[in-house]
């Protein structure tokens, strides 16, 4: 199947297949939410894209411009890189927003009540899920090298590739997957967010 795929030479189908892995990343990410929101399917499957895209397309199209960046052989195993990793951010995120929530719901309705609107009253609790979401890919960042050798690095290392160009390769993936989770959780949880108030700003509790 794979061989089939790196020999494609159509963009576009490329790109179809991109967001088919987003899809499907966007599906599992709500099977396994305790209490999904109403419409969370759009939300992750439009976020996990756009992040995902963003991501490869920033790397393949401005910093390396270069075409062979463009074939099937690279789009496919870094767009899968980074939806896979977007799917773990993005429930991590999703999950201890509603936690988040729940815990501090009295505080959310007070501040309701005294007339912040729902973005302003959930603040804190999108600022913890936030910086949750992104702990193992900055640990994995801090510590990259030192104690954990990935998947690229490694496979290049055995494969007699020096070890200083296997760690650019590797910082480089590392970027794409930090880069994307960003744009995913900023795009996934402020759209999630409004799920949980009613357009009068009040806390909807069937959801929490």
Request: hydrophobic content about 50%.
């Amino acid at each position: 199947m794979l061989v089939y795929l790196f020999e494609l030479k159509n963009l576009w189908i490329v790109v179809a297949i991109l967001l088919g892995m987003a899809l499907i990343a966007a599906y599992t990410g709500r099977g396994r939410m305790k209490k999904p929101y109403p419409g969370m399917l759009p939300i992750l499957w439009f976020s996990i894209a756009c992040g995902s895209f963003f991501s490869v397309g920033y790397v393949t199209l401005i910093s390396m411009r270069d075409p062979v960046a463009l074939t099937p052989q690279y789009l496919i195993p870094l767009g899968g890189m980074i939806i896979g990793n977007s799917l773990n951010g993005i429930t991590l995120g999703v999950e201890r927003f509603h936690s988040e929530l729940s815990l501090q719901r009295d505080r959310v309705e007070c501040l309701l009540a005294m007339g912040a609107n729902g973005d302003r009253a959930s603040h804190d609790c999108l600022k913890a899920a936030f910086g949750a979401a992104m702990i193992p890919t900055i640990n994995a960042l801090m510590v990259l090298g030192l104690i954990q050798i990935p998947g690229i690095m490694t496979g290049q290392v055995m494969a007699g590739v020096s070890p200083v160009t296997a760690v650019m390769y590797q910082l480089v993936a590392m970027f794409m997957i930090a880069g994307g989770k960003v744009v995913v959780l900023t795009l996934g949880l402020r759209m999630g967010l409004r799920k949980y108030f009613t357009p009068e700003h009040q806390l909807r509790m069937d959801l929490v």
